[in-house]
DNA sequence: CTGTTAGCGCTTTCAG
DNA sequence: CTGAAAGCGCTAACAG
């Protein structure tokens, strides 16, 4: 049973406002007093309860984290920001994974929301819009990270998707690229739109058709799953490049051409979108669209900071660039090149 | 301002007693009254205050997870394996890391003593015994992962990491090689020193001398530095096989093999441990000594949940297997081989 | 400068 | 079966 500011109180001779007050160290209270009180609160090995400041502040310095998945390097990122940037400001995290399942995920908020966390951060939701119906009881703010969504308590902070694939496609055309294939996410219906668009942006501004047979989303139950099958759905469009929805997805592709006796980057170009750690574990190294992942992080904490001060907050979007590493390099010479029969 | 139990009572004409009853569903009360009242905190869109519930029953359904770094994909599926138990137990988890620094640790878990955490889950503290003279005060269940230390409120789940190395020093002595090194962890003394110790008696068992000069345990920032640094080390002393720490370990040997022009496994075999996900999309993929890592998570669940329940609680150790894969193979024919003049 | 009183939201005796 | 009262540990008026 852990000492109390009472028991303090009854050891010090006083009462136990005054030892609130010592130990807060604000309010009226003579220097000595103070300082004796606190001297015996450490000798009875005193550490105040949270949960009893919480209940009468109203405010619980604490912060929800809902993620899909922990076992995603991107989301892991992203929380290590989080987390610190939640440490410097006194915030504790709790961290739930919904594993895609959205009932499972609205469970979760439901459970900060009863333990009164002050802001809930999300990251790859899938429901996004259904958050709407509960915010009415549960207001409080909300900040997805790269999805967003309508609502009053709804923020968010995100990577560029547009610009960063057009990123990865310029590079590629600029080393002469001209069949250039996209991999997206079924999975991830929004963000994944949203970097085909820049795809295709980048190739309307080469004044370069989009042939329909270089764009698939593969269903599947991992990234890298979707890597392989993509790059087998690919090949009979005879892709020169591919801009992958993700890295995952890049070393499913470069997992699969090595099944296949494809060489990277000699048959093929490959590109990642989120720069984690494994590009440069993987062989060749992994060209990939780099995204500032700690910083949202931190500035999801910010947005959250930010609103509980009563501050306005808008929307923050992240500028992406690129990282070139092996596995992009000028395409084979015309003609000479065929997936299907590997030189 | 969320709605309360006496909000309720108001509603409903009732005082909150009979509320705080019928939403538990226990306690003499009438069903139709419960049900009645049930109705209108739903209508009103009622959420429990874990808060307070905590105030009153002394226990918050929290767990305090303290990991070195998030970043490190060992910790990723011991903390899967947490929540994922603590989920079903309907506990939440709070999630810190101490960045390998000691004082932050202490922080941390003061941090969670005030929240007053029903439990404490620490994987690969350096401190260790420091925790000793905190939990005269902090009166909680800790039970470290991969950590041995003593004290009455100390309980570890742990891998058996000489058995461990011993499958995978047999594995190597199986295939042919007789210049086994070791590249151990400086950052983690206790269990480098265990699989050190694995390493060793399975050499001894095969009545094999014990070459000092092939066991190096690097300083570095990361694992991946120290497998490097390691690999650079053993050159001189020509090992036909590495047994590292662990996989990102090995990942570091086998990327600057890479540099040094040796082809592995012909000329280098290499063994990983901890059989992350990392290993399967690495060339060529590491041959890894496996610790159940979800499972040891949910284990150190168990632990705690037992000990909350007043029953008892010993140590548990997981034995490991040996997962192979293509980084290992017989070595090269004897004289053939020499690292620093590569075929 | 210090103590008394009240109350945060909820559960739990103890009466009625 | 229901209500009144007390208390979990702490802070915040408001008096003295």
């Known amino acids: 049973v852990p000492v109390t500011i009472k028991d303090i109180a009854e050891a010090a001779n006083v009462s136990h406002t005054t030892v609130s007050r010592a130990l807060q160290g604000r309010g009226r209270i003579s220097a000595t007093t103070a300082k004796r009180i606190r001297q015996i609160a450490v000798e009875m090995g005193y550490t105040p309860s949270a949960i009893a400041q919480s209940l009468v502040s109203q405010r619980t310095r604490t912060l929800g984290v809902v993620v899909t998945t922990i076992a995603d390097p991107f989301v892991i990122s992203i929380f290590s920001g989080i987390e610190d940037a939640a440490h410097e400001t006194g915030y504790s995290v709790f961290l739930s994974s919904s594993h895609q399942d959205p009932e499972r995920e609205m469970a979760v908020v439901e459970t900060f929301h009863q333990r009164r966390v002050d802001a809930v951060i999300v990251t790859a939701s899938r429901v996004g819009s259904l958050y709407g119906a509960y915010l009415d009881r549960f207001q409080v703010p909300i900040v997805l990270i790269n999805n967003q969504a309508e609502g009053e308590y709804l923020y968010s902070v995100a990577s560029n998707d547009v610009q960063g694939t057009q990123l990865a496609v310029k590079h590629l055309l600029g080393l002469g690229h001209r069949r250039i294939a996209f991999v997206g996410s079924a999975e991830r219906p929004f963000s994944s739109e949203r970097r085909r668009q820049g795809y295709a942006q980048a190739l309307h501004q ?35 490049a591919i801009v992958a929805y993700n890295d995952m997805t890049a070393v499913g592709a470069l997992l699969e051409a090595r099944r296949q006796g494809l060489a990277i980057p000699d048959q093929l170009s490959l590109v990642g979108f989120d720069d984690i750690e494994l590009t440069q574990y993987v062989f060749p190294p992994l060209t990939s669209v780099h995204q500032p992942k700690e910083a949202m992080g931190k500035a999801a904490v910010g947005q959250a900071m930010a609103l509980l001060a009563g501050q306005p907050a808008g929307d923050l979007l992240f500028p992406c660039h690129l990282v070139v590493r092996g596995s992009t390099a000028a395409p084979s010479p015309v003609g000479t090149y065929d997936p299907r029969q590997p030189a």
């Open 206 to 240: 080469a004044s370069m058709p989009i042939d329909e047979e270089l764009v698939v989303a593969p269903e599947a139950p991992t990234d890298i799953e979707a890597g392989r099958l993509g790059l087998i759905e690919l090949i009979p469009a005879r892709p020169t």
